[in-house]
């Protein structure tokens, strides 16, 4: 028997990628076309950025909750969110859930550990970027960080916002993140980068990045397959 993977929602594309994940890549765990079940539930994704914009972190946890509680009614063992940023709340969430979740920064935190980087490069949207969702969990495990500077952190969370979670990918949004992560590898010193967004990965992978990549969705999906076959965590 495997667990009932519950997924709180975000942002679509994020999401999305998460879920499609967890399904293909089941079936070198459980055999052809297999997966754990699955339960998503997103709310809309405007509720989320009101609260973002307003700096209400309380606001974001009750969101979360919410997706928490209709998930534990559909059956979910356990949840996971495949959003960066709204992890924010976390500290508000978990006390108060009726489930156990699995964090996203800790879950490529101990990536990192796990393949020998020591400097980590952060990207993400600015709510992402400015918080210690990331710092806290490398910092934990004796990793060193960068953030991007005002400028970058602008222009990529303009991508992200007004690109990416509406599904669109251009040349010039890639060629954004190439440079952040470019300089953040020549004058920072970073030995890797975290996609911080669940849509980087979307258009930023090992193949294109100068850096190696850090995925955080792919990683989180894989964690909660990890967990739902063979109960670890």
């Not at 667990?3 to 975000?10: A, E, N």
Request: proline share 5%.
């Amino acid at each position: 028997m495997t667990q009932h993977i519950g997924i709180v929602g975000c942002s679509a594309e994020g999401a999305a990628l998460c879920y499609k994940t967890i399904c293909v890549e089941g079936a070198a765990l459980l055999g052809a076309h297999a997966h754990p079940e699955v339960s998503m539930h997103t709310p809309s994704l405007a509720d989320y950025v009101r609260c973002l914009d307003a700096g209400d972190v309380a606001g974001v946890s009750e969101l979360m909750l919410a997706s928490a509680r209709k998930l534990q009614a559909a059956g979910a063992d356990f949840l996971i969110c495949p959003d960066n940023t709204i992890h924010q709340a976390f500290e508000y969430v978990a006390p108060r859930s009726p489930l156990p979740w699995l964090h996203i920064a800790e879950v490529a935190a101990d990536e990192a550990v796990r393949r020998g980087f020591r400097r980590i490069g952060i990207t993400g949207t600015r709510w992402l970027v400015d918080s210690e969702v990331y710092p806290s969990r490398l910092a934990a495990r004796g990793l060193e960080y960068r953030r991007p500077n005002a400028q970058e952190r602008d222009e990529t969370g303009r991508v992200i916002m007004d690109e990416l979670v509406n599904g669109i990918f251009s040349p010039e949004g890639v060629a954004s993140f190439q440079r952040v992560i470019e300089r953040m590898k020549a004058q920072e010193g970073c030995d890797a980068v975290v996609l911080g967004c669940t849509e980087i990965p979307l258009i930023i992978s090992d193949a294109n990045s100068a850096l190696p990549t850090l995925d955080s969705t792919r990683l989180l999906a894989r964690a909660a397959l990890r967990r739902a076959v063979n109960r670890e965590g």
